[in-house]
């Protein structure tokens, strides 16, 4: 799955930094945020077995994607 935004996309560096808590894509500015909402969708998405990752979409823009297994069926 993955979620596309058409903002100005992810700053330069190791996208990987942005899933750290109280860390945010861009400076300090108008935009308010704790940077806590990329940690706690990893910590979501890991808690169901699941890996999410970020980066830069060639035409602007953030792109995230994200697994999870499939479910098992009950029997």
Same mark, same amino acid.
């Given at each position: 799955?993955t979620?596309d935004?058409?903002?100005?996309g992810?700053?330069p560096?190791?996208?990987e ?8 894509g861009?400076?300090e500015g108008?935009? +308010? *945020? #704790?940077?806590?909402g990329?940690a706690?969708?990893? $910590?979501?998405v890991a808690?169901?077995g699941?890996?999410i ?6 035409? +602007? *823009? #953030?792109?995230f994607s994200?697994t999870?297994?499939? $479910?098992?069926?009950?029997?």
């Open positions: 799955m979620v935004d058409d903002g100005p992810l700053p560096g190791d996208p930094r942005l899933f750290a808590k109280f860390q945010r861009r400076e108008n935009a +308010g *945020g #704790a940077g806590l990329l706690i969708c990893r $910590a979501i808690a169901h699941g890996r990752a970020a980066s830069n979409r060639p035409e +602007g *823009g #953030a792109r994200f999870l297994p499939a $479910a098992e069926s009950e029997s």
